[in-house]
Nanobody, 122 residues
Framework: QVQLVESGGGLVQAGGSLRLSCVAS????????MGWFRQAPGKKREFVGAVSWRSTSYGDSVKGRFTISRDNVKNTAWLQMNSLKPEDTGVYFCAAVLHSRVMTTEREYDYWGQGTQVTVSS
C-alpha cells in the first residue's frame, strides 16, 4: 500500500509560479511511476505529466511550462508550474503505479493523493 500526500497548492496571479510536492510512503518509491493530474470544476480529470525512473511525459497544455522531478531518497515528486494561466486552475492530484513505463491515463494508476487546490487569478 502506498500513501500519497500532496502540498503546495494555493492562489497565484497569472504568470506566476507554484511548486507542488507529493510525498509517498513505502520503501520502493523508485520503482513507481509518479503522475500528476488535475480536475477543474465540471470537467474530467486531465493528465498533466508523469515521471518514471528514466523518462517524463507531459500533457500538451502544460508542455514548456511545467516540469516534473523526483527524488527517490526523499520519496518525493514535484510539479514545478511556471507561467501559470487561469485555465490551470483546478485540484491537482498526485498518483502512483508500480511500473517502469510512463503512464498517461488515470485508470492506469493504483494510488492517489487527496489533491491540492491551485487557483490562478487573471
Amino acid at each position: 500500500q502506498v500513501q500519497l500526500v500532496e502540498s503546495g497548492g494555493g492562489l497565484v496571479q497569472a504568470g506566476g509560479s507554484l511548486r507542488l510536492s507529493c510525498v509517498a510512503s513505502g520503501r520502493t518509491f523508485s520503482s513507481y511511476t509518479m503522475g500528476w493530474f488535475r480536475q477543474a470544476p465540471g470537467k474530467k480529470r486531465e493528465f498533466v505529466g508523469a515521471v518514471s525512473w528514466r523518462s517524463t511525459s507531459y500533457g500538451d497544455s502544460v508542455k514548456g511550462r511545467f516540469t516534473i522531478s523526483r527524488d527517490n531518497v526523499k520519496n518525493t515528486a514535484w510539479l514545478q508550474m511556471n507561467s501559470l494561466k487561469p485555465e490551470d486552475t483546478g485540484v491537482y492530484f498526485c498518483a502512483a503505479v508500480l511500473h517502469s513505463r510512463v503512464m498517461t491515463t488515470e485508470r492506469e494508476y493504483d494510488y492517489w493523493g487527496q489533491g491540492t487546490q491551485v487557483t490562478v487569478s487573471s
